[in-house]
Structures are given as C-alpha cells and as structure tokens.
C-alpha cells in the first residue's frame, strides 16, 4: 500500500529534525515510499534546508585512486573486478607510490579536501604492499595538500594502528546492502564482516566513511534499512553510490533508477541523518543525468570527483561551477 504523506506532514517531520529530534524507523518509510513528484520536490527542498541548518553551505570533495586493479577474489555481483566475471578492465598490481602521490596532488588541484588510495581484494594484500601503502599515505599526510584516506578491504587491529599512525584521518569500507539484502550482492564474505572492519577502523582512531549502492535491486524498505544501519554505526560520511551496470557482472541488467529517486534518497538520508556528511559518488553521473546540481539542493554535502574505480567521472571544472552556480563553497582542508 503507498503512503500518501501531505506536504503538511512533510513540513511536520522537518521541523522535528529542525527541532533536534531522531525520526522513527516509520516516519522515514513514509518518505521513502513518496511516489507523487510534487510531495518528493517537496521532501527534497527539506533535504536542502536540513542540511544547510546542519552543514552550512560548504561542499566537500574528495578524490580516489584505483591502487591496485582486477583479480579481486570476490564475488561482489556489481564490481567490475571480481575475478569471476568477464569484463572489460585494465587489471594490474600496486601502482609505485609516485603514481599514487602524483594522483593526490592532482586531486588537491582539482579542489578536492580528501584523498584515497583504493585497492581491489579482500584486504590489502601482502606485507610488501601494505608498506607501500603505508609510506605513500606517510607521504600525503606530510604534505598536507589533502587528508589522505584509504578503502583497502577488511583489516585487522595491527594494520589499523599502522593506517593511524602514518596519517591516515578516514577509512572507507562501504556495507554495499543492507543486511537483508546482502547475501543477494556477495556470498565470499559477510555482512558482519564488513561491520567489522568498521568497528576495527573505530578501535585505532579513525574517522569512519561508509555507504552503499542504491539500484542495486532492493526495495525502497530496504534502502531505508542501510541508511538506519549507518546510523546506529555513527558513520562520518555516508557514500551514497547508485549502480552503474556494468557488461560481464550479474547485475548488467538491472534497470536505473529514475533521478527522481535518487534524489529522494539523498533527502531522506539527510533527514536520517542530520549532521552527517553525505557525499554523492559513483554513478551520479549516470543517475541524475542533467540534474546532477540538485543533489546539493537535496541534502547532499559532498561528491566524489574525478574517475571513480573501472568508470570515467565528470569533469571535475564542471562540479566546480555547479557548486558555484548554486551559492555554495567549498570545504577547504
């Protein structure tokens, strides 16, 4: 059955966050099963106002480098890397920590406050790439031209401790899915154990990036469901992804979801989660397609510049006048 909340009601729970107060599990239901566009604009101008009470006016953005490509033993059913699937990637081992330095400081260029070295794998790998690793974020951090983060898989309390001490400020380790429909996107690992890399990650004095994928098959109950999961974790940063198919994965067919609806995600996560960063990543492009500016409008506080893993990204000049073009500013190291 589909909720039909009123403008009115909608102005009701948005002044409650206004106000400080949680939302209920099923006040944020109802926002995400919206179906009628004049109550979703409707929400989406919320999502904009929540975020500016909260966040300001200031964007942050971050950059990445696919550090290590292909051959993830993985079975992720929308990663391109998986060495399960056929696809068409350019796969090779640790890039020489000039190439990842050099990635950082175009990033810095390029406006971005946030930098991260992203390996593919269950983890990090062996101990000579870890110190590889280890040495380039020493290098990042003592240059100071962006604060380095790393999404290196799941890791344990030591490999943390060493990530802490050399520099690094955030680690990234997305939950993908929710927990009831997790099993549907990975059977090598499990949801738990991606629950636990956080919690590691926590332990050893790290700010926290986690998200997911939207489009990737769930119900908009269980959309709602990761974004509470972030909330009881007290995630950083939500990154918030939406599929992009790509040919050779299992999920090559799975039709996208309309902007309209991605949009409404971005208000609702907002409304979830007040005065947390939300940065839109990969498959923006894609998903919101001319509209891309009203993600800020929605709630969002950040975007992903740059390319992304295996996908080209936007011009980066081009984020830059959006965020311009809308009054806004961006967040400076």
């Not at 590889?132 to 344990?156: F, Q, T």
């Not at 429909?181 to 990036?209: K, M, Q, S, W």
Request: glycine share 10%; net charge negative.
């Amino acid at each position: 059955m589909q909720t039909r909340l009123t403008e009115d009601d909608i102005d009701r729970i948005g002044r409650a966050v206004l106000d400080g107060q949680e939302l209920p599990a099923s006040e944020l239901l109802g926002l995400m099963e919206l179906v009628d566009p004049a109550a979703v604009r409707w929400l989406i101008a919320w999502g904009g106002r929540v975020r500016d009470r909260f966040l300001g006016p200031a964007v942050e953005l971050c950059a990445i480098v696919n550090a290590r490509s292909g051959r993830c033993p993985e079975d992720c059913a929308f990663c391109a890397q998986s060495a399960g699937y056929r696809t068409d990637i350019e796969v090779y081992p640790l890039l020489a920590q000039k190439d990842i330095l050099d990635a950082s400081a175009r990033a810095a260029r390029a406006g971005a406050r946030r930098f991260s070295i992203v390996v593919s794998g269950r983890g990090p790998g062996g101990a000579d790439d870890f110190d590889r690793m280890v040495d380039a974020v020493a290098e990042m951090a003592g240059a100071a031209r962006v604060w380095p983060c790393a999404s290196l898989g799941l890791i344990d309390e030591a490999r943390a401790a060493r990530l802490k001490a050399a520099g690094l400020v955030r680690y990234h380790h997305n939950l993908e899915a929710p927990p009831s429909f997790f099993p549907e996107i990975c059977t090598t690992h499990t949801y738990a154990d991606r629950v636990r890399t956080i919690e590691v990650a926590r332990a050893a004095g790290l700010e926290i990036c986690a998200g997911g994928i939207i489009g990737l098959g769930e119900s908009a109950a269980q959309r709602l469901e990761l974004g509470l999961e972030l909330r009881v974790l007290g995630v950083d940063s939500v990154a918030l992804n939406v599929l992009d198919p790509i040919p050779g994965t299992p999920l090559e067919g799975v039709p996208p979801l309309p902007p309209l609806e991605v949009l409404k995600t971005i208000a609702v996560f907002r409304l979830l989660m007040p005065a947390t960063e939300i940065r839109t990543c990969g498959g923006r492009e894609r998903a919101l397609r001319g509209v891309q500016p009203m993600m800020y409008l929605a709630g969002a506080s950040g975007t992903m510049i740059g390319d992304y893993l295996t996908t080209a990204g936007r011009d980066s000049g081009q984020d830059l006048m959006d965020v311009q073009d809308l009054g806004l500013c961006l967040a400076e190291i």
